[in-house]
């Protein structure tokens, strides 16, 4: 492993770290363009780029009329489905209120942007081929750890450093500024104020952030690499995510940092809220869904789920063999040293 991070350090200064080498970057968006390919090889599968979910509206059948938007080329039309999957990122809050589902009345959103200093001189991103995690600041959200990544990017190899918060009223990086009051309702606008009320400290956080200039950015930086110099980092913007507010019956207006399903009480229609999964959690989510939505087909398929994932049903840190096992079997296939 090799960082940039120790460059420049004073070498009588204490540092603490937890060092693994059981990882790597996995391409998310080529595994599913991969995975879409197959499904449409099979003439089972379509996928319709472009387009936009105008209304949805169930009927007495259970099935739900949606009624989509050609945006290539503005033409309109209606499908029927037995079941549909709200996987908008941060669309999807806005969809699942026009499904009128009372599971979804919920849930409110707080749209967070964030940025990245990158640096894509080759002299510098060859030194550093390691992700290099700090901790959050007080106050922060979870999501705002900082750290040092190397990535490949369309073939070019950089150095992410970030995040930074940003804040906009849009829930999409191409989103309109009207996303935010849109989805403010009579039945989640006092959540709204509540969880506002209730987390001053992440408000005064984001407004730090909002105030930091780049040399104030630059300065985070170079906590982890002190020989950083403005000339080769950029400012860029990352994207957008809309974290969750949920109206709890029990906890009352909590806001949520991870991922939410909300699902209908007849399994017809789910929706993926909060802050996008990572590798981490999108199989656990997916899993959950299924049982949520088709409890027999889940159950008939219990063999082939433990062919595709040798631990399910077990707990790991309850089992060190099948853990070694695991880990093993996951190196051998991303051709990591174990």
């Avoid at 540092?15 to 990882?23: C, N």
């Avoid at 999807?92 to 009128?100: F, M, P, T, W």
């Avoid at 909002?210 to 040399?215: T, Y």
Wanted: hydrophobic content about 40%; glycine content about 10%.
């Amino acid at each position: 492993m090799g960082s940039v991070g120790d460059r420049g350090r004073d070498a009588s200064e204490k540092v603490a770290a937890t060092y693994s080498t059981l990882g790597t970057d996995v391409n998310f968006g080529a595994i599913t363009g991969a995975l879409i390919k197959s499904l449409q090889k099979t003439g089972k599968a379509a996928l319709h780029l472009h387009h936009e979910v105008k209304k949805l509206k169930q009927q007495k059948d259970n099935r739900w009329l949606i009624k989509v938007k050609d945006l290539s080329s503005g033409k309109k039309y209606s499908v029927l489905a037995k079941f549909v999957f709200i996987g908008a990122g941060g669309g999807s809050l806005e969809l699942l209120q026009k499904s009128d589902i009372p599971e979804g009345k919920r849930y409110g959103g707080f749209p967070v942007g964030g940025q990245w200093l990158v640096c894509k001189n080759p002299a510098i991103s060859a030194k550093h081929s390691a992700k290099v995690y700090g901790q959050a600041e007080v106050g922060a959200p979870p999501m705002s750890v900082p750290h040092l990544d190397a990535r490949i990017i369309n073939g070019e190899k950089a150095i992410l450093f970030g995040p930074f918060a940003t804040f906009s009223t849009k829930f999409l990086k191409e989103g309109s500024y009207w996303d935010l009051f849109g989805t403010v309702k009579y039945w989640n606008i006092f959540p709204l104020i509540k969880v506002g009320i209730k987390n001053i400290d992440l408000e005064k956080y984001l407004i730090r952030q909002l105030s930091l200039s780049f040399e104030d950015r630059m300065n985070v930086l170079k906590q982890f690499y002190p020989e950083a110099q403005a000339a080769d980092w950029k400012l860029q913007e990352a994207g957008q995510r809309v974290q969750v507010i949920q109206n709890d019956p029990e906890n009352g207006p909590t806001l949520q940092f991870g991922t939410e399903i909300v699902t209908s009480a007849d399994g017809t229609i789910s929706a993926l809220l909060g802050a996008s999964p990572g590798a981490s959690t999108a199989v656990s989510i997916m899993l959950r869904l299924l049982y949520q939505c088709f409890p027999d087909r889940a159950g008939a398929n219990i063999d082939r789920l433990k062919t595709m994932i040798p631990s399910y049903g077990q707990q790991l840190e309850d089992n060190p063999e099948l853990l070694a096992q695991v880990r093993a079997r996951t190196s051998r296939i991303l051709e990591l040293s174990a």
